[in-house]
């Protein structure tokens, strides 16, 4: 399945720790998908 603009899925909580971790926000606060 592709993903893409009007496809979205949703990612796994471990797959997003690691993201964040190595990706971290200066701030430490994180939000979710908005719609634009």
């Avoid at 190595?22 to 939000?31: A, D, K």
């Amino acid at each position: 399945m592709a993903i893409g603009k009007g496809n979205r899925v949703v990612i796994p909580s471990c797959v997003v720790k690691k993201i964040r971790e190595r990706y971290p926000e200066e701030n430490g606060l994180y939000v979710g998908f908005q719609k634009p």
